[in-house]
């Protein structure tokens, strides 16, 4: 069983920065792909970033700019450097892994609190 744990959350002001990780038990395998959601209260979960194994990232248009997706394959291990936060980022930032081969898998973190506050 592939266990994922987030780490980083916390507060920050407005402009502020903060960089939430997300790191998978086991190997790195050619098929993951690992996103960034979050959840904010009364509102829908929503995709914020996702890079698969070769690097290559996608951010949804809120985070582009702001936003910053690396990957480091050896540890398994994502990290989302969140610059010139807003208020609207607030909520519970969740990782998720996505896996094909060797064997399929939906794997999702407890999430980690993201506050903005003014």
């Known amino acids: 069983q592939v266990r994922v744990v987030e780490s980083g959350g916390g507060s920050a002001q407005p402009s502020g920065s903060l960089r939430i990780s997300c790191v998978a038990s086991g190997n790195s395998y050619v098929s993951d792909v690992m996103h960034w959601f979050r959840q904010a209260p009364g509102k829908p979960r929503e995709l914020v970033a996702s890079?698969?194994?070769?690097?290559?990232?996608l951010l949804a248009d809120f985070a582009k700019g702001r936003f910053t997706l690396s990957k480091e394959n050896a540890r398994n291990t994502m990290h989302l450097q969140m610059n010139a936060l807003e208020p609207g980022d607030t909520g519970v930032y969740l990782c998720n892994l996505v896996r094909i081969h060797p064997s399929a898998g939906d794997y999702w973190g407890q999430g980690t609190q993201v506050t903005v506050i003014g």
């Open positions: 890079v698969n194994h070769f690097g290559t990232t």
